[in-house]
């Protein structure tokens, strides 16, 4: 049985997410604010679901904490739907972004996806690929899911990690923001996923480079997408 953590002050809506979760089979653990959130993840939960406006620490703090202990995915849950609040969101480390109100269907489906994807691909990738890939100083371990740069340990996303790898096993081809939303979302793309797709190749290359404006891995290939060297 899976454990997926959920994080909101609201207990009627941790309620209602532990009872639809429990329904389809999964344990969950419930956390009263974004403190507790951090203070209770560790490498048994398998997801986490956060609300953004907590006391004490809010959703994105505690995603950015929580980053640091564990690669798990992690689903955001807010009423905030501008594109500059889900950039901070991507930013602080989490994998997808679901807006209040929503329905069982909405949330399930995005829980039972940001699962499928974190471990079945970890099952392909182990099976797949048995070498590391090294890239003029970036290292990636594809048996541990490791990243280096010149030999220092880059802490990445699961989504990051798997844009990362799909274009490190296909360099100097061109992926578009469709190719790769389709590839790793495994969800058909509309435009505004290209916003998604911005904010992970920016936080990419804010992990990745020396000077991102300037990149020396993932290039720009203006009009059609993006490709490592």
Not at 61 to 76: G, N
Not at 93 to 116: H, I, M, N, Q
């Amino acid at each position: 049985m899976q454990n997926i953590l959920i994080a909101d002050d609201n207990k009627e809506i941790r309620e209602i997410v532990c009872v639809l979760l429990n329904s389809e089979g999964y344990n969950v653990i419930e956390a009263v604010d974004g403190e507790d959130a951090v203070i209770k993840v560790d490498d048994t939960i398998d997801l986490i679901i956060l609300d953004v406006m907590m006391p004490i620490k809010s959703g994105f703090k505690a995603c950015v904490e929580i980053r640091e202990k564990t690669k798990a995915p992690i689903l955001l849950l807010t009423a905030k739907t501008q594109d500059s609040d889900k950039y901070i969101g991507f930013s602080s480390g989490c994998d997808d972004y679901l807006s209040k109100p929503f329905s069982y269907t909405e949330l399930v489906s995005r829980v039972k996806a940001l699962l499928r994807r974190y471990y079945v691909y970890k099952g392909k990738e182990t099976v797949s690929f048995s070498k590391d890939i090294n890239i003029d100083g970036l290292i990636i371990k594809t048996t541990s899911n490791e990243v280096l740069v010149d030999d220092k340990e880059i802490v990445l996303t699961e989504t990051e990690y798997k844009i990362l790898l799909l274009m490190a096993h296909n360099p100097k081809k061109v992926f578009s923001a469709q190719n790769l939303y389709e590839s790793v979302w495994e969800e058909p793309y509309f435009y505004s996923c290209n916003n998604t797709i911005m904010v992970h190749i920016r936080n990419l290359r804010r992990k990745l480079e020396k000077n991102p404006q300037e990149p020396k891995y993932i290039k720009t290939v203006w009009g059609k997408g993006y490709r490592i060297e």
